[in-house]
């Protein structure tokens, strides 16, 4: 029997096939964003740690980001792993964490965060949350992050990758 040119076990096996490549990316990928931006391609890796910032009274509803260098471990927090800054509110604001690791094969990546330790942050403040980069970079860095503005310090005592701290104004 043909129906429209095809004959219907064609078009069967088509649908079949149809059918199942929906149900299987239907299910493969998660319906919301619940582990801070991780395990996709662009998503980032998974975020483990969390940085509260005070004493930022006079940037409520602008953005933050902070990053802290170290000789081994470099850190970087943001909303969304080099995406979005934070929205502050209440003087306040809470950064998800990632930070650069050295992997046994050689390869350098960045990973969630769960260190107990104390760490000082160099902290921006965005004028929106989604973030810009300069054009020809090639590459998602802090340096080359546009329109940000450096405002001061913070010192965070970590436990388990969850720190808070109060911001040193320049």
């Not at 792993?81 to 046994?104: M, P």
């Not at 160099?122 to 970079?137: H, M, Q």
């Amino acid at each position: 029997m043909e129906l429209w040119g095809f004959r219907m076990k064609n078009r069967f096996l088509a649908l079949g096939m149809l059918v199942m490549a929906l149900v299987f990316g239907m299910t493969s990928c998660p319906k919301d964003n619940t582990d801070g931006g991780g395990g996709g391609i662009g998503g980032g890796p998974p975020q483990l740690g969390r940085l509260t910032i005070t004493g930022l009274d006079s940037y409520n509803n602008k953005f933050a980001i902070a990053s802290s260098e170290a000789a081994v471990k470099d850190i970087v927090a943001f909303e969304e792993y080099f995406r979005s800054g934070a929205k502050i509110s209440d003087g306040q604001v809470i950064l998800n964490i990632w930070e650069w690791t050295l992997f046994e094969n050689g390869i350098w990546a960045y990973t969630g965060y769960s260190r107990s330790e104390t760490r000082q942050f160099t902290v921006y403040i965005l004028s929106k949350a989604d973030i810009e980069y300069s054009s020809g970079t090639g590459v998602a860095t802090i340096n080359a992050i546009k329109d940000k503005k450096e405002i001061g310090k913070v010192t965070a005592t970590f436990t388990s990758g969850v720190g808070t701290g109060t911001i040193v104004h320049y």
